[in-house]
Structure formats: structure tokens, C-alpha cells
């Protein structure tokens, strides 16, 4: 992520240790200096609204990270997208999706900025 040039405000991730766990590694790699955010909201079983609800409150910053599970972020995803939660985006694990919104609740324009897979996450590292 860094070689595609990420920078992010905040830094939030499910309360459950592997997630933690996966943001704290993404988190040192992208020099992320701030504590990270546990949010309840990004648990399997959350519901998209209560998560969109929670991203209100990040108004005002310019990149959100959020490390979660399936199929919760890819119900978020497909909501965000499409403004459906009805299908969720296939996220392998360790995948990671760039999606450009201006502001929450959520309005056209939306727009994918790109989805990648561990693997070639994996390749673009060893550059």
C-alpha cells in the first residue's frame, strides 16, 4: 500500500485480534502515528447502517482505513458502490479495496479507486 502512495487520517479495525492485529502492521508500514480506533462496528455480524453511522463521525478526514471481516466490509463495499448491501465484494483475506466517497451518508459520485488481492499486494511490497 505504500508503493501505491496510501496515506490515512484514522486508522479503525474490529475488535478481534487478528484484525487489530493486521492494523497494526498496516498501520507502522503506512507511518500511521496515532492510536488505533476499535470499533464495534466493523465485527462480522455488524449491520452497515451502524457502520455508516460510525463513519459519520470521521467528516473532516481525508483517508479512512478500515480493517474488519468478511462479509461484513464487502457488504459495506457493495452499499458504498452500489448503494445495495444485497451482494458482497469477494475481499480474499489480507485484500484491500481504495473507494473514493466525498461525504457519509453516502452520494454519487462513488467511485472504486481499486481492489487487490494479497498476492499482488505481496508483489508490489517486494519492488
Known amino acids: 500500500m505504500r508503493t501505491l502512495g496510501v496515506e490515512v487520517d484514522l486508522v479503525a479495525a474490529s475488535p478481534l485480534l487478528r484484525a487489530q492485529e493486521t492494523a497494526e502492521i498496516v498501520a507502522k508500514l503506512l507511518e500511521y ?55 458482497s465484494l469477494d475481499f480474499k483475506k489480507g485484500g484491500v479495496c481504495a473507494i473514493h466517497i466525498e461525504r457519509v451518508p453516502v452520494q454519487p459520485p462513488v467511485e472504486l479507486l481499486w481492489m487487490l488481492p494479497p498476492k499482488i499486494l505481496r508483489l508490489l511490497g517486494d519492488r
Open 33 to 87: 502515528q496515532e492510536p488505533l480506533e476499535i470499533w464495534e462496528e466493523l465485527t462480522p455480524a455488524s449491520l452497515v447502517p451502524r457502520t455508516l453511522e460510525r463513519l459519520q463521525s470521521c467528516q473532516g478526514k481525508e483517508s479512512v482505513l478500515l480493517v474488519g471481516h468478511q462479509p461484513h466490509l464487502g457488504y459495506l463495499a457493495s452499499y458504498l458502490l452500489f448503494g445495495s448491501e444485497s451482494v
